[in-house]
Structure formats: C-alpha cells, structure tokens
C-alpha cells in the first residue's frame, strides 16, 4: 500500500504508520510535501491512503491514472479528514479525478467543521467488518473535528457525528442533539474498495477517538515516533484497513 500525507512519520503519521507496522502491513509513505510522481506509481499497491495530502500535489494525468486503477479493481482507496484532506483550507481535492471514485461528495467550499461541543461518533451498521465487535455503544467515543461532506446515493454510511449542545443545570450536565454528519462512508465497487473517514486518525481532530478503550496499545513503525494509543481505536483503524485490503 501506498501512504501519502499526515506531514511526516516523526510527527502526526507517526499513529496510522505505527498501526499498520503493529498489523504486519507492508507499506510505502511518503510525507506531505512530497509531489507525487510517475515512478511512485511503479510498484503494485493494492492500498492508496490519503490523509492531509493536498490534490496541488497530484498532477491531473497520475490522479486520472489512480483513479483508473480503482475503478478496474486494482487499487482500493482511503482518504481520511484533516485540513489539507477532502477540500479542507488547503486539500482542494473537489472536482479532481480521485474525487470522483470517493463514495462522498466534496464540497468546493472549505468543509472543515472545528467542533467546540461534545461530538459522539455513533455506529449506524454494527454488523459490518470494520465496525463489529467494538462498543459504539456501551462506550461511545468521541471527536474533535470532521469534514463534512454528503454521502453518495450508492454507497454505506457506517459512521455518523453527532454534535450535541450542552448545558450545565443545577441537576448536572444535559446534552441535546444539533446536528448528524457523515463520518465514515464506503463503497464496494466489486475489484476494490473504498472509503471517506471525515475525522482525522492523528490530533487534533482525532480528539479523544486515539485513547478509545480500556487500554493501551504501543506501536512504531520503521523511522517514526512511537505512539500509545486506546485498544479500541486501534482495533477501529485495523478493521478499517483490513476490510479495504481484503477485497
């Protein structure tokens, strides 16, 4: 697979590059300054991930490449949220040939939502591969921060934010429902797969989601910082990987 973004492997890629090391994945990265070239393409990836990557790095003829790729079966892909990620203030990935095979709709307008209320990530298909056998609701996690985005006709909304009001009163805390979002969206297109995760795996906007679970998991990939993170948000971002992979 094939990794691109997260600025780099000593800062915040240093959490999906130390779980996919931890899973036993064999993968290429490359940071977010990187540009994107002919010879990047060489090697057979099954996996293409994009997390704050912005388009401005993928010339038009190797976005129409890889995204030819996906749809002939050859190449799943993974874009996750951030702000160079989807149109964000700097990803400026609407209207782009990559765009056009993610299982969501980018908005061409700056779709970086920075929550400052308790945002709950609820499951909405529990019986699925990437979110079985992990308590959505028996422990709840929550987030920082999305992009928002709308969910294509075709495919599965498996994730949702839900941003809530609260208040305090004089009997505690009281939370009310504002406002439902995609969070995690995927498509099988029958060769390969695809999937739109709108929060990021990395601060600030993973939020709370990293220490998911009542314990901990230690990781570092090759070149990277080490992270310790919750047993259940690696569980989450391993599933993930998995079902993209197992195509």
Same mark, same amino acid.
């Given at each position: 697979?094939? &990794?691109?973004?997260?600025?780099?492997? $000593?800062?915040?890629?240093?959490?999906?590059?130390?779980?996919?090391?931890?899973?036993?994945?064999?993968?290429?990265?490359?940071?977010?300054?990187?540009?994107?070239?002919?010879?990047?393409?060489?090697?057979?990836?099954?996996?293409?991930?994009? #997390?704050? &990557?912005?388009?401005?790095?993928?010339?038009?003829?190797?976005?129409?490449?890889?995204?030819?790729?996906?749809?002939?079966?050859?190449? #799943?892909?993974?874009?996750?949220?951030?702000?160079?990620?989807?149109?964000?203030?700097?990803?400026?990935?609407?209207?782009?040939?990559?765009? $056009?095979?993610?299982?969501?709709?980018?908005?061409?307008?700056?779709?970086?939502?920075?929550?400052?209320?308790?945002?709950?990530?609820?499951?909405?298909?529990?019986?699925?591969?990437?979110?079985?056998?992990?308590?959505?609701?028996?422990?709840?996690?929550?987030?920082?921060?999305?992009?928002? !985005?709308?969910?294509?006709?075709?495919?599965?909304?498996?994730?949702?934010? $839900?941003?809530?009001?609260? =208040?305090?009163?004089? #009997?505690? &805390?009281?939370?009310?429902?504002? $406002?439902?979002?995609?969070?995690? !969206?995927? %498509?099988?297109?029958?060769?390969?797969?695809?999937?739109?995760?709108?929060?990021?795996?990395?601060?600030?906007?993973?939020?709370?989601?990293?220490?998911?679970?009542?314990?901990?998991?230690?990781?570092?990939?090759?070149?990277?910082? %080490?992270?310790?993170?919750?047993?259940?948000?690696?569980?989450? !971002?391993? %599933?993930?990987?998995?079902?993209? !992979?197992? =195509?």
């Amino acid at each position: 697979m094939l &990794y691109l973004g997260d600025t780099t492997l $000593e800062t915040a890629a240093c959490y999906l590059a130390g779980l996919l090391h931890r899973a036993g994945y064999a993968f290429e990265y490359r940071p977010s300054n990187h540009r994107l070239s002919v010879d990047d393409l060489a090697a057979a990836h099954d996996l293409l991930i994009l #997390s704050d &990557y912005p388009a401005a790095n993928v010339d038009e003829e190797i976005a129409a490449e890889l995204a030819k790729r996906v749809c002939s079966g050859s190449l #799943s892909l993974l874009m996750i949220g951030g702000w160079e990620s989807f149109e964000g203030c700097d990803g400026h990935w609407h209207g782009t040939p990559l765009a $056009e095979v993610l299982p969501v709709r980018i908005s061409d307008k700056d779709d970086r939502r920075n929550i400052d209320r308790p945002t709950f990530v609820q499951c909405q298909v529990s019986g699925h591969p990437v979110t079985v056998n992990l308590p959505w609701a028996e422990r709840p996690p929550l987030i920082g921060g999305f992009s928002q !985005v709308e969910a294509k006709s075709d495919a599965r909304v498996l994730l949702t934010a $839900e941003i809530h009001d609260a =208040r305090l009163t004089s #009997s505690g &805390y009281e939370l009310s429902p504002a $406002e439902s979002h995609p969070l995690l !969206v995927v %498509q099988d297109l029958g060769g390969s797969r695809v999937a739109a995760l709108m929060t990021d795996l990395a601060p600030h906007w993973v939020g709370p989601l990293v220490d998911w679970g009542p314990g901990r998991v230690v990781a570092r990939a090759n070149g990277g910082e %080490q992270i310790e993170v919750g047993s259940d948000y690696a569980r989450f !971002v391993e %599933q993930l990987i998995g079902w993209l !992979v197992a =195509r």
